[in-house]
């Protein structure tokens, strides 16, 4: 190959217009592999002399090179490396990056990498998470980084910063354990949040989703689909229909202690379900899901209290101490004022003789606020079926379809003819 001096030359130069670049593609895979990278231990000075932003081809080209070798990795480690590939990838150009998308995200991952030895996961929030919409065609486009950098949000606990990224509506994946790894971590961060119900939908869609052999992230998602179904509503849901058969046959098998655990919280009694956790407490702690657990336990009393509601419009806080395990009125108390707080039950409680009433739903539907919210419901509902509609359209004049579809068409046909008897002929 050319000098390293004689290719830099060359990027500088031909980082403009699209048929420059088409140009300076070529050249840079021909000096890629082997050649560029033995001289990849005095690579990194020459970066000086690019622009990230206007030469980021180029430059992804040289800092691919370099961070490729571990020696480069190990004599940097920490130092201005971590600074540079952070730049690079807040800065850089998303149509030039995207004309190389492998060696993009092997830099992106070598930054996970470092700022995960480092045990300084939020150091790489901020570029990974420009990365995501760099190499992303479209925010309904599922990329490799999405996993990734929901992992460093999880590992530094900035759940809030995964948002950015999962409140996006997905419609293109290309690579299935990428999907996994999306609706895990996802789930995770909003159970980070307390916001069970949205981690319901992504680790249904883990759980649900097409596959031909089971894997280890499903399994995993399954666990925690249990435990917070079982915290959100108090009852794990049936397999919808559309469930692989591949998932329906294995799950439950691969996670026999959950389903212990849910059947044991379905007969309601609080002492039975803490002796099952305690019993099995070192299982869900290899697991890493006791914190989970703990919380299902805690949510017993929740469930027990909404029970009442359904048979008595008038308790005393000590029949409802009594009723659903709790020590003293006083607990009891406690938690029905969280529960009215957070919407989960509808009641007041007298003070003066200890009673507690539960009353129906207050909700009008007629505030302005609720106009708005079911208004936007509907619109993304509208949006929704229109995508689903023009999907469907799309697989409908799909090549391979369609010649799958017509010999199925064929196959069940023949059987149908030759079922057929032979005296109608």
Do not use: W
């Not at 201005?80 to 060696?103: E, G, W």
């Not at 998470?129 to 996993?147: C, D, F, G």
């Not at 009433?357 to 079911?374: G, L």
């Amino acid at each position: 190959m050319e000098s390293v001096e004689a290719l830099v030359a060359h990027i500088q130069g031909l980082s403009g217009s699209a048929d420059e670049l088409a140009q300076l593609h070529g050249l840079l895979k021909q000096a890629d592999g082997d050649a560029l990278r033995a001289h990849s231990a005095g690579l990194l000075p020459f970066l000086s002399h690019l622009h990230p932003g206007t030469h980021s081809l180029g430059y992804l080209y040289l800092l691919d090179s370099f961070v490729s070798s571990s020696a480069n990795l190990r004599a940097h480690a920490g130092g201005d490396l971590l600074v540079t590939v952070a730049d690079f990838l807040t800065s850089c150009s998303a149509d030039q990056i995207r004309m190389a998308p492998d060696k993009f995200l092997n830099v992106c991952r070598v930054l996970k990498n470092e700022v995960m030895q480092l045990n300084a996961p939020i150091r790489g929030i901020a570029p990974l998470r420009a990365a995501v919409r760099k190499i992303q065609t479209s925010s309904e486009q599922l990329t490799p980084l999405h996993a990734e950098y929901l992992m460093l949000c999880l590992l530094a606990k900035q759940y809030k910063a995964g948002l950015s990224v999962l409140e996006d509506d997905i419609f293109e994946v290309d690579q299935p354990k990428d999907l996994f790894l999306y609706c895990y971590y996802g789930a995770m961060i909003y159970i980070g949040l307390k916001k069970f119900r949205k981690a319901l939908e992504l680790l249904h869609n883990a759980v649900t989703a097409p596959m031909s052999s089971l894997n280890a992230i499903t399994v995993e998602a399954y666990k925690k689909y249990v435990l917070v179904s079982l915290i959100q509503s108090g009852q794990v849901p049936s397999f919808p229909k559309y469930t692989s058969s591949t998932a329906q046959r294995n799950l439950k098998n691969h996670t026999q202690i959950y389903v212990d655990l849910s059947t044991c919280y379905g007969t309601g009694s609080y002492s039975d379900l803490e002796t099952f956790i305690q019993s099995n407490a070192e299982a869900f702690q290899t697991d890493n899901n006791f914190g989970l657990v703990k919380q299902v336990l805690s949510s017993m009393y929740k469930r027990n209290i909404q029970r009442l509601t359904q048979t008595y419009l008038t308790l005393s806080l000590e029949d409802i101490a009594s009723s659903v395990q709790l020590n003293t009125p006083k607990e009891a108390e406690m938690h029905v004022l969280r529960m009215i707080e957070d919407g989960e039950i509808h009641a007041t409680i007298n003070q003066k003789d200890g009673m507690v009433s539960f009353n129906e739903d207050p909700e009008q539907y007629k505030s302005s606020e609720m106009v708005e919210h079911i208004d936007s419901s509907i619109q993304r509902l509208m949006a929704l079926s229109k995508k689903l509609t023009s999907i469907d359209q799309n697989i409908s004049c799909d090549h391979a379809f369609l010649m799958k579809s017509g010999r199925e068409r064929a196959r069940f046909d023949y059987d149908d003819f030759d079922s057929v008897p032979h005296k109608y002929f």
